[in-house]
């Protein structure tokens, strides 16, 4: 319509869209918290506390779960409205929203009936099936150019390994493992969504610069022509997940449960892959990736010394069992992901 009423001309800039996407889904998932709340506690859909976790969790049990639900929605109706819906790279970003987010309803269900939730073999493998088709919508894009299946290193200019085929299982773990890490993060109030806030802003910026041929030249990184939408996305979802935060915070009136983070872990990995960021997803998500690595840590270590490394883990708890309060644990990782996202960014022009 913009060429018969010139001030329709501004919806075509990707940064005003991003603006109202960000504002249209704050204000959705303002909207959204209070019935959400009340219809998941009346359905008895309250958190079940694992027993080995700090004491005062308990008092945790029963606030209601799969509040996941509040971000998802208050994602995709902005989606809808915002975005270039001819985009392949966006429709590849929405569908993992809906599969990675029916596998993290799917767990919180079973979680709710039995206190564990499906197993972690089971957990990876539907995350891996739900992986396949949304890589191959991503390959079906034609504005990379043919440099999809390479792979960029920061700080290097001409440091760009092609993987060929074995860049779909490359891309595989980074979408699965960011599912998980923030899967992982995802233990006390506001904690895990506070680095999702700081993670998707961070590849705002990103997916822009990288779907924007001046900037993508000047700053000798890959210009992936349809990538700019994701910017949108991305706005999307840093505006739910405010919206999210006001009853997330603590103490806690609702949990994303794995409806959240499941899904925006893998959303997060999506993007990544898109913008041909992969690389920079370690230190965007440096909290998930630490908070990933403390487990894996814990583990091994324990089956090798039948000790622990950690007091607890993942992370968070450790700190906790140290006697750090729960809120400060919560602000001081925020720092440390502002902090992290600071530095990726600054790696856009340090080559």
Known sequence: M???????????????RASLAVVTALIISFLLGPFVIRLLARKNFG????????DHHMVKAGTPTMGGIIILISTLIPALFW???????????ILALLLFG????????????DGYGITARKHILLQCLATVPVLM??????????VLTHIYVPFFKNLQPDFSFFYYFFA????????NAVNLTDGLDGLAIGPIIIAFSAYTVIAYVVGHAGFAQYLQIPFIR???????????????????????????????????????????GVVAVATKHEIILILVGGIFVVEALSVIIQVLYFKMTRKRFFLMAPLHHHFEKKGWAEPKVIIRFWI????????????????
Request: net charge negative.
């Open 83 to 93: 975005l270039d819906l001819t985009n392949r790279l966006v429709w590849a970003a």
């Open 226 to 268: 349809h990538a700019g939408e994701l910017a949108i996305l991305c706005g999307s979802v840093v505006g739910a997940s405010l919206g999210f935060l006001w009853y997330n915070a603590y103490p806690a009136q609702i949990f994303m449960g794995n409806t959240g983070s499941v899904s925006m872990g893998a959303l997060l």
């Open 47 to 54: 958190e079940r506390i694992r027993e080995e976790a700090p």
């Open 2 to 16: 913009h060429d018969t009423f010139s001030a329709f001309n501004v919806f075509r800039y990707i940064t005003f």
């Open 172 to 179: 595989m773990v980074v979408i699965v493992g960011a599912s």
């Open 137 to 146: 919508v991503i390959a079906s894009d034609a504005g990379f150019d043919g």
């Open 336 to 351: 440390v992901a502002v902090l992290l996202a600071l530095v990726s960014l600054s790696t856009l022009k340090l080559r």
């Open 102 to 113: 029916g596998i993290g309803i799917y767990d919180d269900m079973t979680k709710l009936r």
